[in-house]
């Protein structure tokens, strides 16, 4: 009985011995407004819609990525390209295209299906907002900017294929990883240069 | 400075000592709560409070602006008068003890301190054994179920933790042959009675533990079977002065176990050319640090466990310290 | 004398709440104010060791308990059920009886000489109770275990009378068992007991 008493005091000490060592522990925790973490390359967040080097729309409004949507998060209206006003290459173009971020489980169904590697998804990630409207994403703030570059288009990769499959996130988008989106592997460098949509 | 203070009425100078004192242990209580919240985040690997002000140093400010706006509620069922009061009776009594206690002492060597009383340590004892009622009063007068079962703990822990509290108070007394709290710091210059009075002093840590109501002993606030314990109903400025009575408290403990056990502001190995003062406060921070590992390593007691360890662990073993330390000074001390 | 008024005052106005007062807590708190006050009276009179010692076992401890028990009673707030109004015919005759014996004391009192301290220093918290003044501790101490030992040592054997009545009036009933495994077996014999006897259906 004693000695089990004394044990005791034994496993208190122990524990404190403990709570002290962890106090001079690195604590893992990145502050995040201020310091930003790196995200996978191919991480899922919020959508763009890309253009062609000669600002021309990708997308060609066939509504493929609507029905391949899980969520029934994309509402794609298509219409013809008037000759003297071409939006994009095709026949047709997407004169509504609108996601509904707060329904939208960020699998990246979309951008499998799209035949034109039109939509997209970037890794930016920060889009609360106060009213439930204003995650209806429609092109105004989908469509990249003209001025915002293109990625990589596939027909410029090596046998339309994606060489390399792990940086394709890296590409895919107009988001510019290295040019600081996000950060080194402890997310010290800021996030100080934002391009792009959905400011 | 001496000759102002000579010149000065009495009452003018223990108003200006209190006005001073008060501020001091205010200030102190805010940054001892931010320490304390620091460093359980560290031992939780957490980075702690630290959005307002550089290392969160202005988070007492903004705790109080945000106690002082909340709304102050008072539930249907309550006493309104006690429970208005009963806040106010913890702070009065945690605040007065500071009436006494000396943090230094002129080269002459007399006390700083407001007054010096004869009966210094009782003193303490009895403004302590009034602050239970702050808790008890509070919380029956809240008039619901967690608040009344709260106090009823604290008051049943307290009493019980105050009797090997008292005694193992009795041991330095007997070694310093007087209940004055700087005849006692003084009487340390040689050993600090932490070293005679080892089993006393830990006694003194854990019902000091118990008295405050801190982890582990905190079943008069234990949020997991309590929700708030004692303080359920209190909301804005009155959670505030129980909040603050606390960790005053908390700070009167670390006093208390500076002046009886580690010497006061007597320096240890003759490090005497850093002024007392500054020993006071060291090893009042150590014994605060102290406190707050406790909270971040031990889970809290079960209740009953609580009653029997203070009666049947430790009141015997206060007891026999007691005795063996009469014994000693009787046949060879002195 | 300014402060003997002041102090007086309160005590008699908390007395008083403490007997008129509707709810028991209220009784309690009046008490407290009643006891604090008495403390601050036997500062003014040096008597510092007794003021402590006054708020330490009776408002620390005695009148925690007090509280502790009404409160575990009335914990719906609720007032006393009012008596009758009308006080019995037999207060008359006791109330008068009292008085008579308080007046003997007060003349006794004031007849007898008792040793009172020059003057009460002037700041309730300032120099009093040097060592060898009157009502200092270690004064009292030698009082309470040199002259006073034979009634100190009655009461203290008197308290523990009752310490130990009360613990055999409430105590538990069940016997008392020493570690776990006995405490196992007691409870196996009681069952057996019951099963012997017919069982508990
Ligand atoms: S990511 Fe998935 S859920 Fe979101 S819009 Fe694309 S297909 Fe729909
Ligand atoms: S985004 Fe792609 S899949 Fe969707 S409508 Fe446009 S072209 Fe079709």
Known sequence: MMRKRLYNIGAILQGLGITFKFMFRRQPTV??????????????????????????????GCELCSSACPANAITVIGAENAPEDRRSPGERYAARYEIDELRCIFCGLCEEACPTDAIVLTPRFE??????????????????PPEAGVGTPPDERPNGIPADLGRVAEVKSTVDIAAGYSATNRGEVLKTHRRGLAG | ??????????????????????????????????????????????????????????????????????????????????????????????????????????????????????????????????????????????????????????????????????????????????????????????????????????????????????????????????VGGFHTEYSGLRFGLFFIAEYVNMLTVACIATLLFLGGWNAPFGLGMVPGIVWFIAKVACFMFFYIWLRGTLPRFRYDRLMAFGWKVLLPIATLNLIATAVWVAYWGK | MIAFWVISIVMVASAVATVTAKKPVYSVVALLLNFAALAALYITLS??????????????????????????????????????????????????????ALGFVVYGLSNASIATPAAPSGSALGPVGSADVFGSVSDFGKALFTTHLLPFEITALILMVAVVGVVLLAGDKTPFVGTRERAREVRREMREAILREGGVQ
């Open chain 1, 127 to 144: 889009m609360s907002d106060y009213r439930r409207g204003s995650f209806i994403y429609s092109k105004d703030r989908l469509l990249v």
């Open chain 2, 1 to 226: 400075m001496d000759a102002v203070m000579n010149a000065a009425p009495l009452w003018v100078v223990i108003l200006v000592k209190s006005a001073v004192l008060l501020l001091v242990v205010v200030t102190t209580f805010a940054y001892a709560m931010l320490f304390e919240r620091k460093i359980l985040a560290w031992m939780q690997l957490r980075p702690g409070p630290n959005r307002v002000g550089p290392w969160g140093l202005l988070q007492p400010a903004a705790d109080a602006a945000k106690l002082i706006l909340k709304e102050d509620l008072t539930p249907k069922t309550a006493d309104p008068l006690i429970y208005r009061l009963a806040p106010f009776i913890s702070l009065l009594t945690a605040f007065s003890v500071y009436a006494i206690i000396p943090f230094g002492a002129s080269a002459d060597g007399s006390a700083w301190a407001i007054g010096n009383v004869n009966a210094g340590i009782l003193f303490v004892m009895a403004i302590a054994s009034l602050g239970i009622y702050g808790i008890s009063l509070g919380g029956w007068a809240s008039g619901s179920k967690f608040p009344l079962l709260g106090s009823v703990r604290s008051t049943a822990q307290m009493i019980s933790y105050e009797l090997s509290m008292s005694l193992s108070f009795v041991g330095v007394l007997i070694l310093a042959g007087t209940t004055s709290l700087d005849g006692i710091v003084n009487a340390q210059q040689r050993w600090w009675f932490l070293l005679p009075q080892f089993v006393g002093f830990v006694i003194y840590v854990i019902t000091a533990v118990a008295e405050t109501n801190r982890t582990p002993f905190d079943l008069v606030e234990a949020e997991t079977e309590l």
């Open chain 3, 47 to 100: 008597a510092e060791f007794l003021a402590v010692m006054q708020i330490i076992v009776y408002s620390g401890a005695i009148l925690m308990l007090f509280l502790f028990v009404i409160a575990l009673l009335s914990s719906g707030v609720s007032s006393f059920n009012v008596g009758p109004d009308r006080m019995p015919k037999a207060a008359i005759p006791a109330a008068l009886v009292i008085a008579i």
């Open chain 1, 31 to 60: 502050p995040y407004p201020s310091v930003m973490k790196q995200h996978a390359p191919r991480f899922h967040g919020l959508h763009e819609l890309r253009r062609y080097a000669d600002g021309k729309e990708r997308c060609i």
